[in-house]
């Protein structure tokens, strides 16, 4: 009864020995969310603690690629020290079609789970056009009879979110 007191005794201090040192992967820094404007740099933060697995970003659910090295996506470079687990994703020169949803993940390897962070939603916004006066002529003047009030009716386009225009004289 003793011995086998001792076994049991012997393999939960083993146990708890390998669970104590054995560190664990987490995530340390998950993606947030980014606003940018086409052609700037967005920078989305991943850093993870302890990590043996592969990683991959994925964007709307779609896998971007394993590793540091995304060759299907020139514009999109992996950051960061690998020694200190940072796979924080660069976009460079942001468009339009960048804008969704980001994903770091982390391949499970051995015993470990594989890991998904949090999601962080990267938004981007176009600058509209110059609002344009609707009632100008071909040689650029609006005519009026002196006097009378005249309603100009302008609009700006091309705009992400679609710009508006307001007067502001009152």
Request: aromatic fraction near 8%; charged fraction near 25%; hydrophobic fraction near 35%.
């Amino acid at each position: 009864m003793f011995e086998k007191c001792w076994i049991l005794h012997c393999t939960f201090l083993l146990g708890l020995f390998f669970q104590t040192t054995v560190s664990r992967e987490k995530f340390a820094i998950e993606p947030t969310n980014q606003v940018v404007k086409v052609g700037e740099e967005a920078t989305i933060p991943c850093r993870i603690v302890n990590h043996d697995g592969d990683v991959q970003w994925t964007r709307n659910g779609f896998g971007l690629g394993f590793g540091r090295d995304l060759e299907a996506f020139l514009r999109y470079k992996i950051i960061g020290s690998r020694e200190e687990g940072d796979w924080s994703l660069r976009i460079q020169d942001v468009r339009l079609e960048d804008e969704g949803e980001f994903q770091c993940q982390v391949g499970g390897v051995g015993h470990l789970p594989p890991m998904k962070s949090r999601k962080g939603n990267l938004t981007v916004y176009l600058e509209p056009d110059p609002p344009e006066i609707l009632q100008i002529s071909k040689n650029g003047l609006v005519r009026t009879v002196s006097g009378q009030e005249l309603q100009l009716f302008c609009i700006s386009r091309n705009g992400k979110p679609a710009s508006t225009v307001s007067d502001n004289s009152a």
